[in-house]
């Protein structure tokens, strides 16, 4: 188990920017593959990006171009980088973290079992 908790959400204008990291607990940080999730109020949560323990990283087509996702494993931190952004990115952004999740299943969060407990990204004017 890995204790995840996320920082670095605010309310922003649009085409603004924020960074959002997550902080984890424990000694074995690099072993994991890291995902940032969001869900905004009425909707299902949906994938942002993922940066996997071999660094591969996956993004959304929402957010491609846009964000950034990176890993520190000397500082157990993953930053999500967001630019350009839109109030549709308005939401709760959540970090989560699995041993087991490959390419293959780094957009399904039922494959995480390691959850942090958000950081809300307000953007409006």
């Known amino acids: 188990q890995v204790q995840l908790v996320e920082s670095g959400g605010g309310l922003v204008q649009p085409g603004g920017s924020l960074r959002l990291s997550c902080a984890a607990s424990?000694?074995?940080?690099?072993?994991?593959?890291m995902g940032w999730f969001r869900q905004a109020p009425g909707k299902e949560r949906e994938f942002v990006a993922a940066?996997?323990?071999?660094?591969?990283?996956r993004y959304a087509e929402s957010v491609r171009g846009r964000c950034t996702i990176s890993r520190d494993n000397a500082k157990n931190t993953v930053v999500l980088q967001m630019n350009r952004l839109k109030p549709e990115d308005t939401a709760l952004y959540y970090c989560?973290?699995?041993?087991?999740?490959?390419?293959?299943?780094?957009?399904?969060?039922?494959?995480?079992?390691?959850w942090g407990q958000g950081t809300q990204v307000t953007v409006s004017s």
């Open positions: 940066i996997l323990w071999t660094t591969s990283t």
């Open positions: 424990g000694n074995t940080f690099s072993s994991y593959s």
């Open positions: 989560a973290a699995s041993l087991t999740v490959g390419w293959g299943a780094a957009t399904d969060d039922r494959k995480y079992d390691n």
